[in-house]
Nanobody
Framework: QAQLVESGGGLVQAGGSLRLSCVASGSTLPIIVMGWYRQAPGKQRELVASITSGGTTNYADSVKGRFTISRDNAKNTVYLQMNRLRPQDTAVYYC???????????WGQGTQVTVAS
């Protein structure tokens, strides 16, 4: 059973930056995809960015050019560098990992990101 532990959330002024980290542990299955989702109050959870074990990335249109996802396969860690943050980026950010050939989904506990205007 995999565990995902996030860190790096917090309060930042609009235009500022934050870096989220997520470490996966507890499973011998290969981690196929790692990613970040977010959920704002009253809204559905949405994909922010994802990255495969081979380094292929995917971004939501709203964060392209501002956020960068990266991954250290040796450390089972995924990062999300968030620049030029906007108040509308305020949400709980969740780390996600898809393990094994079944793409089994695992989630972190979430970390709050608040961008003040």
């Amino acid at each position: 059973q995999a565990q995902l532990v996030e860190s790096g959330g917090g309060l930042v002024q609009a235009g500022g930056s934050l870096r989220l980290s997520c470490v996966a542990s507890g499973s011998t299955l290969p981690i196929i995809v790692m990613g970040w989702y977010r959920q704002a109050p009253g809204k559905q959870r949405e994909l922010v960015a994802s990255i495969t074990s081979g380094g292929t990335t995917n971004y939501a249109d709203s964060v392209k050019g501002r956020f960068t996802i990266s991954r250290d396969n040796a450390k089972n860690t995924v990062y999300l560098q968030m620049n030029r943050l906007r108040p509308q980026d305020t949400a709980v950010y969740y780390c996600n990992a898809k393990l094994g050939w079944q793409y089994s989904d695992y989630w972190g506990q979430g970390t709050q990101v608040t961008v003040a205007s």
